[in-house]
């Protein structure tokens, strides 16, 4: 069975991973594991540390039987990993999700879709309503992902307390999860905020303030950045190679209810417009597409466009 994350995966979806794998343990015990995800953010890499989970980053063996996805809604969202000899097959490929149901693609068997905090917070849960033992580490690993996810509880459900003290009981280490998550930005980071903090384009409409840049990397950073600075609503456009282009977005909470709007629906909508895939919850979301035949060759004019595109959108809800 093969396992997948999202491609520059979190520790949300590292923790979803490795917490799915142990559960199917349970029920095929003489099943082989094999984890995937293209590329996986420092942070991440952090917490793997932690344990003894190993990831593969892009050769996908064709024995596999059945895949899973966690923490994505289709195999877009994988980056450079391709299951073209999977889909063409037929196999089953299952997902489990924490972000706004779409519509099912084709290729997807079946899906598990919870609107929740985090998707580690839906493998948790499934932990306690199996009854399943849970090992402390892995417990930790939930608990980490948690955190990153709902930004150390600032987004939660009434639920959410309930499987954290869960994780707890089970052996989780709270303070270890923390210490984690406890990161100082690299030089190259906090030159990228610099840099594109410098080139915002900022745009008042009533009490919301739009914060538009864009970036090389470090997108997601830097649109959380523009929030922390005062941005209602901050989208970052990455810009990482000649035909790969990244969106992050980032707002209060305060934005997206009182434009009755949902970062991740918005998402969705701006990614089929550029043929590519978008997705989120309702106060942070991403788009991924290739470069599109008619496109601005200037970031600066593709911000504007993204600044009138969004505007428009919003304004229609």
Do not use: W
């Amino acid at each position: 069975m093969g396992i997948f994350a999202h491609q520059n995966a979190d520790p949300d979806a590292i923790a979803s991973v490795v917490g799915l794998k142990h559960i199917l343990k349970q029920y095929f015990p003489n099943a082989k594991f094999t984890l995937f995800a293209h590329s996986i953010s420092t942070i991440s890499k952090k917490l793997l540390l932690t344990g003894n989970e190993v990831f593969q980053s892009d050769s996908v063996p064709n024995d596999l039987d059945v895949i899973f996805i966690c923490d994505a809604n289709n195999i877009q969202q994988l980056g450079n990993i391709s299951l073209n000899d999977f889909t063409s097959q037929k196999k089953p490929i299952i997902v489990i999700d924490h972000h706004e149901e779409i519509e099912k693609p084709d290729e997807i068997a079946h899906s598990i879709i919870n609107v929740e905090t985090s998707t580690a917070e839906m493998i948790g849960k499934m932990y306690k309503e199996l009854e399943i033992v849970l090992e402390p580490k892995i417990a930790t690993f939930l608990l980490t992902g948690i955190l990153f996810d709902t930004r150390r509880f600032i987004y939660r459900t009434a639920s959410t307390f309930d499987t954290v003290q869960f994780l707890i009981h089970s052996g989780g280490n709270y303070d270890e999860a923390l210490t984690i998550l406890q990161k100082e930005p690299s030089d190259s980071e906090k030159i990228a905020r610099l840099k594109g903090a410098t080139r915002t384009i900022i745009h008042k409409e009533g009490t919301d303030i739009y914060a538009f840049t864009h970036i090389s990397s470090y997108e997601s950073s830097l649109a959380r950045a523009l929030i922390g600075l005062g941005a209602s609503f901050a989208v970052v456009l990455a810009v990482p190679s000649d035909n790969e282009y990244r969106i992050s977005m980032r707002s209060t909470k305060t934005f997206a209810e009182g434009n009755k709007i949902s970062l991740g629906a918005l998402a969705k909508v701006i990614s089929a417009k550029f043929e590519g895939t978008g997705g989120g919850h309702q106060t942070a979301a991403g788009i991924n597409f290739k470069k599109p035949k008619e496109f601005p060759k200037d970031k600066n004019e593709i911000v504007q466009m993204l600044l009138k595109m969004m505007l428009k959108e919003i304004k229609q809800k």
